[in-house]
């Protein structure tokens, strides 16, 4: 068994109203609570970050998936949106993931339902989606355009 380490390293002075800093290998940033939860809202906060976590792990799981499945592809972008709620605290309830595939060849029926089974297999795969599976909904609603 291969296991991988991840480290971050941060530092945190204050409150609601308070602000830190992360730094990992590939990003250093200010965190904050977000101005609509009353913090600084400046830099990033976890919520977003856990955004971008699930998009990030979805977009490059699927491009696998793509890729495996040999469905020529030119690229693939994605909207997402979180869904937090205060019901007895704060709880990240809801992600909505909005891929666009834009495939190098036109697609049927058949072409359509591999590409839906590549997009249930990528979220299926995705280990950040697995980490928080049973906690947080997550729905995706794909588009596919041929890239002429």
Known sequence: MTDFHFNLKGTWNGSWDGSGQI???????????????SGK???????ELLLGALASCFLITLGIRLDKEKIAYDHIAIQTQGVVTKRGGLHFEKVIHQPTIYLLKPFDETGTDRLEYCIHRAEQ????AKAVKGNVQIDIEPKFIAVP
Do not use: Y
């Open 125 to 128: 795969d995705c280990m950040i």
């Open 41 to 47: 809202g400046i830099g990033t906060n976890p919520d």
């Open 23 to 37: 730094k990992t290998n590939g990003l250093s940033t200010v965190v904050s609570v977000d101005q609509s939860m």
